[in-house]
């Protein structure tokens, strides 16, 4: 099977497959398989008469797809909601589109964030000497305090 979900000549596998060829075809742990059967991301799987899964090339699909829309960084919920949207053949792409509008707004601040933790983190670095001295505005920051004026330490 290709990564978009046809088969390949070349691929011998018959259907339905049990989780570990599951695991295997769509990049995915087979603990993930059954993480995501429990979430409800995949239909109902079928099972053998002695209780082992059955995986369908649909099934294989759709565990590609919430692959690929973790590694995008989409959140389950959002999985969830575009799975529905790509079974349904009747679905308005706008949907679609605000999606993956707002996973991207929410990137940008994530980066934005991450941007200022290493601006602070290397302005730290350039104040921090590194030697032998006890003194260390790196520890000064996380403790709350890189600030303030040092008081000596009270020990009872």
Not at 6 to 17: C, E, F, G, L, Q
Not at 36 to 50: I, K, M, P, Q
Not at 87 to 92: D, G, T
Request: glycine share 6%; proline share 4%.
């Amino acid at each position: 099977m290709t990564r978009f979900g046809k088969t390949d000549s070349a691929d011998p596998t018959s259907w339905p497959v049990a989780i570990g060829v599951a695991a295997r075809l769509s990049q995915v742990s087979a603990k993930m398989v059954r993480h995501y059967e429990l979430l409800g991301l995949l239909a109902r799987v079928a099972r053998t008469d002695s209780g082992y899964r059955q995986y369908s090339e649909v099934d294989v699909r759709t565990l590609q797809f919430v692959k690929r829309g973790r590694d995008l960084g989409f959140s389950i919920a959002e999985i969830a909601e575009l799975v529905d949207l790509w079974r349904n053949r009747k679905r308005a792409s706008a949907s679609v589109k605000r999606i993956a509008q707002k996973h991207v707004v929410e990137l940008t601040q994530r980066i934005e964030s991450m941007q200022a933790m290493q601006r602070t983190l290397t302005s730290l670095l350039a104040h921090c000497h590194g030697d032998d001295r006890p003194d260390c505005p790196i520890l000064d920051d996380l403790a709350g305090n890189c600030c303030e004026p040092k008081s000596p330490v009270l020990r009872s």
